[in-house]
């Protein structure tokens, strides 16, 4: 979606919009080299399932689970866009 509103912005010739999206894809990470968009933040698909597995392993064990469980992100942005790696696990 922020990508979209990149498009949108560049067509209402408006410009120093801060605009940030979501998961770090390929395409959000050539937006931040171009400088339309301002940044990207990267999910960790690897541990998120990680975490999943073990939280469903302890409930089937009856165990007691966290009411919240935190999975690590990474902002992506114009300082690191070339030093963050593109592998799933952060």
Known sequence: MALGVV???KKAGKTGIVIVGTD???QA???IKQGDLT???AESPCTEGKLGVEIALRLKADQK???WVLSPTKTIDSKNV???G???CL
């Open 7 to 9: 498009e949108a912005v």
């Open 24 to 26: 770090g894809i390929r």
């Open 29 to 31: 990470r050539s937006s």
């Open 39 to 41: 940044a990207t933040v």
């Open 65 to 67: 689970v966290p009411a």
């Open 82 to 84: 070339d030093q963050v």
């Open 86 to 88: 593109t592998d799933t």
